[in-house]
């Protein structure tokens, strides 16, 4: 599985973004998705996660109410709605997949243990300028 990650960019406080993760590559899988984020200094961190049917849905606590996390497996692609943007939200931002046909280490790690992922984005860059 490939992921593109795409929609960073420059916005102002309280302003919006949407982000899309685009899957190509195998079409069997039936993978789950989560964002993390990582801030120039700081430790990458989760954001939210999405299970394959989009019936379950875990967010960090810093994004709640904010940002919203979908999918359309159709499309084979996952969205981060993010809303009231602010500063501290600035960072580049990863979504990473999670192959339940890939038993390794990460298998059956919390959804927001960026070692549960099998497969990285290369990441998209959101600059929220106060």
């Known amino acids: 599985v490939q992921l593109q990650a795409s929609g960073g960019g420059l916005v102002q406080a309280g302003g919006s973004l949407r982000l899309s993760c685009a899957a190509s590559?195998?079409?069997?899988?039936?993978?789950?998705t989560g964002w993390f984020r990582q801030a120039p200094g700081k430790e990458r961190e989760f954001v939210a996660y999405?299970?394959?049917?989009?019936?379950?849905?875990l967010y960090a606590d810093s994004v709640k109410g904010r940002f919203t996390i979908s999918r359309n497996n159709a499309e084979r692609t996952v969205y981060l709605q993010m809303n009231s943007l602010k500063p501290e939200d600035t960072a580049v931002y990863y979504c990473?997949?999670?192959?339940?046909?890939?038993?390794?280490?990460?298998?059956?790690?919390?959804?927001?243990?960026?070692?549960?992922?099998?497969?990285w984005g290369q990441g998209t860059l959101v600059t929220v300028s106060s």
């Open positions: 999405i299970t394959w049917s989009g019936g379950s849905t």
């Open positions: 990473a997949a999670d192959d339940p046909l890939v038993v390794g280490p990460g298998t059956g790690l919390s959804p927001a243990n960026a070692k549960r992922y099998d497969y």
């Open positions: 590559g195998r079409t069997d899988s039936t993978y789950e």
